[in-house]
């Protein structure tokens, strides 16, 4: 198999960087008291995470992870760039926030943690760069209380299957080769100097509700949205609600984010 993880870690650590500086993640907003986290997973979460334990997987550079310890809860974050875990330590101390990071690529995370969470947290670009579903969801049942809940918010396949002007499908929707891409920029401003390498797999959403029942968790909730939360395409226009963006040639046509709400 390809070293999917060196190639990967060599350019998240480029946008770690770049993303930090970026008008995308706004961190000066974001140290002023903007809300990090979106609409579709604050719709899962309980209103009051003071004194709850949460394991954020695939956590990048952190602000999500330290949104929750803004909340009051007891926040661990897991990413495999050292550079994002790097800007996740500094960001939380400019925050005068509490949290613990955790660099290592998620099937390794057993050798570096023992105990169990009231819920576990990952979303939006996650589980592309995974290539084992199986394992992925034994590792969140692992880290997951009795009664604890897994919380998941990604990007819909059908938002991934075009070719760059969308007028025809470039990508098999089933298809469980790894996809393998030269990359000149990453999905946010300011990061045109990313470049590399990327390996990435397209999971079925039934592949991925298949892998979490199989590890024992019971679903409560699967939903879809039209929207993605996220200007993250080129070819993103505004859907008539802040924080709502729609593909320019299919608004509203097709799902661009789902969610699920399972339980241990």
């Keep these: 198999m390809i070293d999917y993880l060196k190639l990967n870690q060599e350019q998240w650590d480029q946008r770690a960087k770049a993303h930090l500086t970026s008008d995308f993640y706004d961190v000066p907003g974001w140290l002023a008291g903007a809300e990090s986290l979106k609409a579709p997973e ?5 209103d009051d995470l003071t004194g ?17 310890a803004r909340r009051g809860a007891i926040a661990t974050g897991v990413d495999l760039s050292p550079s994002a875990i790097n800007a996740a330590e500094d ?31 990952t979303s939006y670009g996650t589980i592309t760069w995974l290539p084992d579903l199986d394992e992925w969801a034994a590792i969140v049942n692992r880290y997951l209380k009795p009664g604890g809940q897994f919380v998941f918010a990604e990007f819909h ?35 045109d100097e990313v470049n590399g390498t990327e390996v990435n797999w397209d999971h079925t959403i039934s592949s991925v509700v298949t892998a979490l029942l199989g590890a024992g968790l019971t679903l409560r909730g699967f939903q879809e ?18 924080g709502h963006w729609h593909l320019r040639q299919m608004p509203g046509l097709i799902p661009l984010v789902y969610t699920l709400d399972l339980v241990k």
């Excluded at 604050?42 to 309980?46: D, W």
């Excluded at 709850?52 to 929750?68: A, E, R």
């Excluded at 470039?170 to 990061?191: A, L, M, R």
């Excluded at 993605?228 to 505004?238: K, Q, R, W």
């Design 157 to 191: 396949n059908m938002a991934y299957l075009w070719n760059d002007d969308r007028t025809a499908i470039k990508y098999p929707y089933f298809n469980p080769e790894p996809i393998v891409e030269q990359i000149t920029k990453s999905y946010t401003d300011g990061s």
């Design 42 to 46: 604050l719709a899962l979460l309980p």
């Design 225 to 242: 949205f039209d929207y993605s939360p996220y200007n993250c395409f080129d070819d993103m226009v505004p859907a008539g609600k802040p």
């Design 91 to 121: 960001l939380a101390q400019k925050a005068g926030l509490k949290a613990r990071f955790i660099n290592c690529d998620l099937y390794s995370l057993p050798e570096h943690l023992n105990e169990k969470f009231d819920i576990v947290f």
């Design 52 to 68: 709850l334990k949460i394991l954020h997987l695939q956590c990048h550079f952190g602000q999500d992870t330290l949104s929750f």
